[in-house]
């Protein structure tokens, strides 16, 4: 029998699962679409079906499982695996880890997206051994996860770390988030595609114009490669962005200590045209007190990184005694999923009431 | 027989030392000069000698002694209670734990001093029963100590957290430490008192300009004066010192989500007046993304702090079982304490040797 464990990384637009064994080899993965319009039970439901007939191609079947890992943006309540909210995701308290759990009849554990795919990065990609990281991701937004001892850091009330909301310029753009001077207001993808544009708009000379005239856009991907053919003004906003992520980057290293610095997302395709700019103005605002040896380097796994992550969670909460294996249990109804996830999570909490500190 | 906790506070200037029982009561304490060109072996002498008088005193001896705590500035090796490198105490790779386990034949453990001082709030002031806190002491510097999950946050290679030199201002002014815009170069004691005198010096209108004609410097204490006297550059400086502050307290809530956020130091005594314009900046500069419900207060135990902090370490170290009580030892005359501590070190680091991960 082969012991497989699961790994589920929700996103706004599509669902990645993929099916690894004990030592992280992948069975088979497959991405489907989130249609979040239809609803958690919906969700859980395609999930689940989508990870039976994924299962029964490789000659397995759902009592081969012995865990899963599920990743979802938004707040949550890591403890209890409940999604309070996650707004494109249409979750609003939503017992994600027991619904699943309940049409698998396996156990499983929630986690938050940016810290599954920073697992994913720590255990098989570029943090491989380091236990002092920080994945940064680039994208719309800028999210992060950070490794300390080995382990994954989370906020208060098991908030993820939000970093991309560190205030770098203080009274400067205005970010989504309602601050000014974010460092995602500079430095995600879409703040640097959208100060090449505010820039090209306003008159600036670059060859961006061009591109600018043809499509009404100016993406991220242009810029650095206009940067690639030398273009002046692509190179001055790139470097805003390089600038910025170095000073969140030191900023880090102050509060945190990482080792190793990952990048992840979409404008990381950028490479060394990313990465040189960033260590280089690292260098220039760093203190002078010590000798800081923290390396910069982008991520390896790509968009599998969040379902490796999400296994191997499942995996080493197996371990570590958090979760403990179980044979099938009778499965429950889909339309009641939710329903009794949330009674089995009330039982929960009322059973951990007795146990209030006396100090 | 009682049991009796040390705690050992190490300044460039002074020496607190305080002896405890099992719950935290102070059986005595005292004050000694450092005398830090004595080096290292002076030191530990005399913290020796003086813990002796005090528990003879009390009709106790060093054999009532369970466990010990030092804390000293510097960078260190917690796990080898090593300081590597202390400036205003000039020690550098001094085993400084072992030299007074030693000489006192009593286990204890090594801590930084921003740690010792942010643990006695958490055990016994401002922080009580707060398992994430973060302590931000404002004098010369700016130091802090972070508190998650009830545990004490260290940077890589066990360095203290060194939330002073995050950036706020990208370029702005000069830090000691050779980074520009840190908010330790804004808003410690000695930078408000430095903007202050800058603006009178370079004619701005305000009371603290005779303050400065007549005695050749302004100080924080100064400033702070004469924003309760209603002066309005003292109170634009003062404000500028709250919104760095508070731009520090939103970048420490992304990453670390602290519960309470609890100011220690000189310039805490002024009280109201620094607490409430942070909360105000705070609340003016913080995200709409959710409510963050933050408490900020003043630290509670004043100078004691570090014995209390210290003393309590010992008694947490004894606990969790990384520290064995142990019967009194030979003693080591003073002047092999510092070789018979490092030789004891080395071998202690070649007994861990073989345990390398084989992974």
Redesign the interface.
Known sequence: MREVFVGVDLGGTNIKLGCFDGELNLLSKRTIPSRVELGPESIIERIGQNIEKMLSESGLSTKDICAFGIGSPG?MDIEAGVVIAAGNMRFENVPLRQMLSDYLGKPGVLENDANVTCWGEHVLGAGK?VD?MILITLGTGIGSG?I?NGKL?????N?G??????????DGRM?S????GCVEAYASASATAARAKEAVKSGAISSLKKVFEETGDITCKDVYKHVAQGDELAKEISDETA?ALA?LC???L??????RIVFYGGMNKAGQLLLEPIKKFFNE??????KEDVEFCSATLGADAGIIGTAALAIHALKEGKIKRQRDVSRIPIAELKKAARAALEERTKAAQPSTETD
């Open positions: 707040v051994g002092e950070i300390k850091v989370h906020g208060f009330n908030n770390v939000e970093v991309g909301h560190i205030i770098l310029y203080p970010c988030c309602g601050q000014r600038k000073l030191v900023n880090l102050h509060v945190i200590g990482p080792k605002h760093i203190w002078r007190l010590k």
